[in-house]
């Protein structure tokens, strides 16, 4: 079965700070791993996602993300933290043989000025 | 361009009632998924279709829920015999097929809120 797990419920770091959001994962065979971002009363925004090729993966607003296959790992970063950074962040998996995403708890991130 | 629409917003009704929550995917997505959100969880899955029809319905909790989807764009969810439980946010995303590992853009979502 899939699974994604979360483990920090929120994460809180100074404006300028790099900062890291975790993620571990279950699936069996190939994971497609995605990033999403969710705003107060708005609904989930795409950030990145990795399906192959480079385990450093390039997203939206400076985010980046890297895959360990052999941590089952997809941890999302971000060298400086902006305080507009903060949001409720998901991870999401999904198998090449299925189109329904798996989503984490969720991470709420808060950035201090 | 425009992104996935869903109304309404807030739909607010009392146990036992029937509801309908509308969804309209991105022009030209011909994959379009429904999830539930409860409060301080992440979305799971309930329907996905191709097209019109339902490539994937194993999320969908019991017979009071159902999708269509006849036209191949706007679909439709429904909730018979709504139940306190059944209170979440309903989530619809759109995507294309036929590209690998292709994301899912999601609309801003229904609330509902059953009595």
């Known amino acids: 079965a899939q699974s994604v797990a979360q483990p920090e419920d929120q994460v809180n770091v100074a404006e300028g700070n790099p900062l890291t959001v975790k993620c571990t994962y279950s699936?069996?065979?190939?994971?497609?791993l995605f990033w999403y971002v969710q705003y107060p009363n708005r609904g989930l925004q795409f950030l990145l996602k990795?399906?192959?090729?480079?385990?450093l993966v390039k997203g939206s607003y400076g985010f980046e993300a890297e895959f360990n296959k052999s941590q089952t790992s997809f941890h999302l970063k971000k060298p400086s933290a902006l305080v507009s950074d903060s949001a409720l962040y998901f991870c999401?998996?999904?198998?090449?043989?299925?189109?329904?995403?798996?989503f984490g708890t969720g991470t709420r991130l808060q950035v201090f000025p | 361009g425009a992104g996935v629409s869903q109304t309404p917003s807030n739909k607010v009704t009392e146990k036992g009632k029937y509801v309908e929550l509308r969804c309209d995917p991105i022009s030209g997505h011909t994959a379009l998924y429904w999830y539930r959100q409860s409060l301080g969880q992440g979305p799971e899955f309930l329907i996905y279709f191709q097209g019109t029809g339902a490539a994937d319905d194993s999320g969908l909790p019991n017979d009071r829920f159902f999708a269509v989807r006849p036209e191949g764009s706007v679909s439709t969810l429904k909730i018979q015999r709504t139940e306190r439980g059944d209170s979440a946010v309903y989530l619809c995303?759109?995507?294309?097929?036929?590209?690998?590992?292709?994301?899912?853009?999601f609309g801003p979502g229904t609330r509902l809120t059953v009595l």
């Open positions: 990795y399906i192959t090729g480079d385990n």
């Open positions: 999401a998996v999904r198998s090449e043989d299925t189109d329904k995403l798996i």
């Open positions: 699936v069996s065979g190939n994971p497609y």
């Open positions: 995303a759109s995507s294309l097929i036929g590209v690998r590992g292709n994301e899912q853009f």
